[in-house]
């Protein structure tokens, strides 16, 4: 499973647990080497190596660098698809929605590998999908706003019905052109939730960062 940290990954992986035709058996991810980070969602790794835990899957993180260019990009990447070919893996799992090009990227470099793309909650209405994700329990918090797409006080915010209610038009429900960014805490698939605290905002390359931390209940 293609593991973003954030809400539509999330969604996609508790799909697959209850698909029997899927046998999930790790999440990979990408960070930012320099920052030590998730990939836009800007999670700190201790943070993701805590959804894994609770998730109960193994975890393996894809380093890159900082800045990173697309053939940086795509020879790591084509390393970890050797690495996995040689696992016997069938599928790579993506929680994307509903945008083409980003489908078809991912179609286009699998091509080949004898690995699947598979796309659980593809074409699922995003209005309907993001109540849907709240009333079964996951829980999010947004980590990186677009202020360009959507309002800067919506950064360090609980996805919630209410956090929902109050996005202006124009703003996709889940986030999908890119509006917002988030991490999920608890979800019906963790043992249990992590516990979390919001730290400090930044504007960041044109974008507003929350830093999520860790409660010491959770680091002890």
């Known amino acids: 499973m293609s593991w973003s940290s954030g809400k539509d990954s999330a969604w996609a992986l508790y799909q697959l647990l209850h698909n029997p035709e899927f046998e999930v058996v790790g999440l990979f991810c990408t960070i930012n080497k320099k920052f030590n980070r998730v990939a836009m969602h800007s999670v700190r790794v201790a943070l993701l190596k805590q959804q894994a835990a609770q998730i109960g899957l193994p975890l393996h993180i894809i380093e890159l660098p900082f800045p990173c260019s697309n053939v940086d990009y795509e020879a790591i ?6 690495q996995v070919q040689r696992d016997e893996i069938d599928c790579f799992a993506f ?3 509903f945008l083409e090009d980003i489908r078809q990227y991912r179609e286009d470099k699998l091509q080949g ?3 699947e793309p598979i796309f659980p909650i593809w074409g699922m209405p995003t209005d309907e999908l993001s109540y849907q994700m ?11 706003v677009d ?3 959507a309002p800067e006080h919506l950064i360090g915010q609980i996805f919630d019905k ?5 996005l202006p038009d124009g ?12 991490f999920v805490f608890d979800a019906p698939m963790f043992k249990q ?5 919001v730290g400090e905002i930044v504007h960041r390359d044109g974008f507003i960062f929350a830093d999520v931390l860790p409660t010491a209940a959770t680091t002890q």
């Open 95 to 97: 929680g994307d929605l």
């Open 162 to 166: 209410q956090f929902l209610q109050s």
């Open 134 to 144: 709240i009333d079964v329990g996951l829980k999010a918090i947004t980590t990186c």
């Open 77 to 82: 990447m084509g390393d970890f698809v050797a």
């Open 113 to 115: 590998t004898g690995i």
């Open 193 to 197: 939730p992590i516990d979390i605290t």
């Open 147 to 149: 202020p360009k797409q």
């Open 171 to 182: 703003v996709d429900p889940c986030g999908e052109n890119g509006e917002f960014h988030s």
